[in-house]
Every structure is written in structure tokens, then in C-alpha cells.
């Protein structure tokens, strides 16, 4: 089918060969071939008479809609009548379609088609697709046409559907009629004919009705085009939002960061550790990675011991205990105390890592804590893992409401490409919650401090802090080390130490890995949080 040949808008440009069809020739042996002769009958019906060659022992298949597409939601549509076959083949017409099957040797297929001649400005065109759906290659298609009037123009198109290449000849045969021939038309591909006459020849009778079923309610409409056009801009906007935040992001892990300084002096000429921006070690894992992680709770707890609200000891058995050292007070965030409170709740002064695996702690205070203490502290304008559900439900609930929609619209009215339009934008939605939660401007400038931190803990040597203070130092750097995935460098670069706040450790680097990895079995089996360790 040529789907931009329409009822009133084909124009009837006449394509005039220099090569006259002479004579028909015989049809090659082997091949199939088919002469169609059309005559245009006062009445305006078309009469139809097609001889058919076909190999013996092959069988072959044509089928021509009877609905053309012509823009703007509009079909023309074609009737076919008193079709019949002389010779081994049948023709059938339904479903708005006109399907004929031949058989080895010669047929002869008649069938009147109305719905053939339409208006053109102050003229008239009679349009008939001559060969088309065939299943099968025509060696050729050769074309006559006869009205009650000579001819003005014709326009003969062949080969894919919807291409504009001309057919092999075609002309007015010295303007008594038309001929037109083309060799070697592929399966699938069509031959077009537009034939144009005086206007008042024959009285037109084209046709053109609102598309029907599927084809209509997806149809491309200014409604449903700017719909489409309206969730284009959307997507656009939302995906420079997001080049935009997540470059911020980006160019804060791409650029060159040096180490921090993260030692000061205190007013008594100490060395002290001060993490960058007031961090603390599990507000680290969760900004840099905008999840709450077992690590950033076993940093946590190494921390409280480190700053003498827990003392952490070595047991017989290849156990730990935990115990309380001083209580939580106000200097505690929400989530220390979150923590603090899950390993040792009231009434609890001491517990052992055994005994944790044991009564599987609830960790989703911790969880709920930290996520507002990154908002609180504005690295992130909402808690991240609200962002991301919020996003995706809404993605969800739209992308249902789109297909819905679509059903709906199908259905009734049409302009069903509007609901598909709503459903894609909320899988889109969807899709793109995960990067949905974007930290503020300070939150990317952390990540340079984090990155600086991360520098420090590799380029920091024992030699550069006092040995009075060393102990203290490495103590307050060790739990960003755990959280930075930097343990075993920090601790092979200090060696042994003896620490006011681990005890009974005969070998600390070799202790101190087996309770980290320890204690990350036992948050991990609260199920509340992602677990990174291998």
C-alpha cells in the first residue's frame, strides 16, 4: 500500500514515459506473471480483468487491503464485487481484504472495484493498487486502462510499499488510455496506479471514512502528538537535572584531591585527628554511597569505643565483648545512640559478639536515624532511601494509570498513544529512581573531603605525628579507615599498638580484622542492611 496516495490529497502528477508498451509479450517459462486490463464504466465502477501465468506445480497467493491509510486518522476504503476466477484458483473478499490463490498454468480473475475515483481539486483520479501482497516474485506486471474519456495523466508507483520509485514505463497511449509495464516486482512489493481524467467523465465515489481498531486509536493526532511531544520535554528536563546534580557528583570523583589535613594542634601543642566538615565514620559510607551499610554501623561501634563510651575486649573462644564504658550522652548523634542502644540496651552493661548472634538485633532505629542525620546535616535534601521509594511508586502508580489509560482510550475515543505516552514516562520514573537521590552542593563537596581523607589515611607515616600522640591518632583515624575499605593498609603502616580502648589482644592486627568481620556477620543477619563484604 502507498500510504501517502489519499482520497482527496493524491495528486495526479503524470509520470510520462518516452517508451511506448508495444505489444504484451509472453511471459517468461518459469515465472509468474500477470496483465491487468481496467476499464472505467459511466457509473464510475472499475471492471477488472487480470490474466494470471503461473509455473505448473506452484502455487501462489495475493492479498490487497481494501483500507489506505490517508493521514490525519482517514482511510480510504476500496469494495470489491462480483469477483471470480476462470481457471485453477478462487478469490474470496472479507475482513477488508481481497485475497486470490492460482494455480500451475493460466487463470483469468474478473472483479468490479468501487470506491476507485476521487475528486482532485477541479479534476478527477482513479486509483487502484494493480499488483500487490503477492507472495511470490512477478517477472512482470503489465497495465491497461480504458475510460469514457481519454486520460490527462498517470502516475504509476512500484516496488516496496510506501516508496516513490516510478514504474519500468508508463504513458497515455497516444491519449486514448493508459499503459504501463514493470519488470521483475518483488514479493510483498506493489504496483500503484493513479490515472488522472476531466472532472464530470464519471461521478466520483471514493470513500474515506475515520480509521478503525488498533491502527486508529494509535494513531499519530495533534492530541497524541503533543502528548508525546509534552513527555519528550519532560524526559529531557528530567535527564538535564540529573546531568546536572549527578555531574556535580561526578566532577567531585573525577578531579585531582590531595590529602586533607585532617591533624591539628590543640591549645596544649597536641597532635589531634579532626575529620573533615564535623564527618563522622558512618555518615561517610552513607553519603559517598547513599546507602546505610553494615560498615557504617561497625564503624560506628569502633568509634564509641574509641572515644570511651565502649570498651571492646578479647575472650576465650575467639569471641568479643562489648561493654559499656560511660553511658550515651547529649555529644551522641541520634544513630550513635540508635547504636549504642541496640548492642547494649537498658539494663545490659556488657554483652559478647556470641551473644548478639544470638538475640539478632534490630538495626532499623539505626537505619532511620542516620538517613535524617545526612538530611539534618544537609548533605542531602531527603533521606535518600524515601527518595528512591517515592520515585519508584510514583513510577509505578503512573506507569498503571498510562495503561489504563491506553486501554480506555483504545476502547472509546481513541488517541490511545496519549495513555502509552503517561505509562512510558512512569517505567522511565521508575527506572530512574535510583538516581534519584542527589546530594546537595555540600554534600559533593564532602566527597572531595572524603577523597582527601581517603588520601591522608595512604600518605600519613607514623614519623609525621609525635609518639605521644600516635596512639590517639591512629585510634581516631581507625574507623574511618573501616569505613573507607583502608583496615589493612592503616593497620600494617602502625604495626602493633597497645590501645586504651581494645584489650586482652595478644596480636591486634590480627585480632581486630577477625572482630570486624565478626561483627559485620552479626548486623548483616538483622536484615535492615546491605552487607558489602565478600
Not at 486490463?37 to 501462489?60: C, F, I, N, Y
Not at 507472495?135 to 510506501?162: H, I, M, Q, R
Not at 461521478?203 to 494513531?219: D, R
Amino acid at each position: 500500500m502507498l500510504k501517502n496516495w489519499g482520497a482527496a490529497i493524491f495528486v495526479g502528477a503524470a509520470l510520462t514515459s518516452t517508451t511506448a508498451v508495444g505489444a504484451l509479450a509472453q511471459p517468461l517459462p518459469g515465472t509468474v506473471s500477470t496483465e491487468v486490463r481496467m476499464k472505467l464504466e459511466r457509473d464510475a465502477k472499475l471492471s477488472v480483468t487480470e490474466t494470471v501465468h503461473v509455473p505448473d506445480g506452484k502455487t501462489v497467493k495475493r492479498t490487497v487491503p481494501l483500507r489506505l491509510a490517508v493521514g490525519n486518522g482517514l482511510e480510504r476504503q476500496y469494495q470489491v464485487v462480483d469477483a471470480r476466477v476462470e481457471g485453477k484458483g478462487s478469490a474470496s473478499v472479507g475482513d477488508d481484504k481481497f485475497t486470490t490463490t492460482f494455480e500451475g498454468g493460466q487463470a483469468t480473475l474478473t472483479y468490479t472495484v468501487v470506491g476507485a475515483v476521487a475528486p482532485v481539486g477541479d479534476a478527477l483520479e482513479v486509483r487502484w493498487q494493480v499488483a500487490g501482497g503477492w507472495d511470490t516474485e512477478l517477472d512482470k506486471v503489465a497495465v491497461s486502462f480504458s475510460a469514457p474519456d481519454s486520460p490527462t495523466s498517470v502516475n504509476c508507483l512500484a516496488g516496496p510499499v510506501g516508496s516513490s520509485q516510478p514504474c519500468t514505463s508508463a504513458d497515455l497511449a497516444d491519449g486514448k488510455g493508459v499503459r504501463a509495464q514493470e519488470i521483475k516486482l518483488g514479493a510483498g512489493e506493489r504496483v500503484d496506479v493513479a490515472i488522472g481524467l476531466s472532472a464530470g467523465v464519471v461521478p466520483p465515489n471514493a470513500v474515506v471514512v475515520e480509521q478503525s481498531g488498533l491502527a486508529a486509536a494509535f494513531a499519530l493526532t495533534p492530541v497524541s502528538g503533543a502528548a508525546l511531544g509534552g513527555l519528550l520535554v519532560l524526559l529531557l528536563g528530567g535527564v538535564a537535572l540529573l546531568w546536572y546534580l549527578r555531574g556535580r557528583d561526578a566532577a567531585a570523583l573525577a578531579s585531582e584531591v590531595g590529602a586533607v589535613s585532617v591533624l591539628v594542634r590543640d591549645q596544649n601543642n597536641r597532635v589531634a585527628f579532626a575529620s573533615p566538615d564535623g564527618v563522622l565514620p558512618g555518615q561517610v559510607g552513607t553519603v559517598v554511597d547513599e546507602h546505610v551499610d553494615v560498615v557504617d554501623v561497625t564503624a560506628t561501634v569502633i568509634d564509641l569505643a574509641v572515644r570511651n563510651y565502649l570498651w571492646i575486649t578479647e575472650v576465650d573462644g575467639h569471641d568479643w565483648q562489648i561493654v559499656r564504658r560511660n553511658p550515651a550522652d547529649a555529644s551522641l548523634s541520634g544513630y550513635e545512640k540508635a547504636v549504642y542502644e541496640a548492642l547494649l540496651p537498658q539494663g545490659v552493661d556488657a554483652v559478647t559478639v556470641a551473644e548478639l548472634r544470638s538475640r539478632r538485633i534490630d538495626l532499623a532505629r539505626v537505619r532511620d536515624e542516620l538517613y535524617a542525620d545526612v538530611v539534618e546535616k544537609r548533605w542531602f535534601v531527603r533521606r535518600p532511601d524515601a527518595e528512591r521509594n517515592l520515585f519508584w511508586w510514583v513510577g509505578i502508580a503512573i506507569a498503571v494509570l498510562g495503561l489504563a489509560a491506553t486501554v480506555v482510550l483504545a476502547l472509546t475515543i481513541g488517541n490511545a498513544l496519549f495513555g502509552l505516552a503517561v505509562a512510558v514516562g512512569g517505567v522511565a520514573l521508575a527506572f530512574g529512581a535510583r538516581s534519584m537521590p542527589a546530594r546537595t552542593k555540600r554534600g559533593s563537596e564532602l566527597l572531595v573531603h572524603v577523597r582527601g581523607l581517603r588520601g591522608y589515611l595512604h600518605g600519613v607515616t607514623p614519623d609525621d605525628i609525635p609518639e605521644a600522640d600516635r596512639e590517639l591518632v591512629f585510634s581516631r583515624s581507625l574507623p574511618y579507615a573501616v569505613v573507607l575499605g583502608e583496615t589493612e593498609g592503616w593497620l600494617t603502616k602502625f604495626g602493633q599498638q597497645d590501645l586504651y580502648w581494645y584489650g586482652n589482644a595478644s596480636d591486634f592486627r590480627r585480632s581486630f580484622p577477625a572482630f570486624l568481620g565478626a561483627l559485620d556477620g552479626v548486623l548483616a543477619q538483622a536484615g535492615h542492611l546491605r552487607s558489602l563484604r565478600t
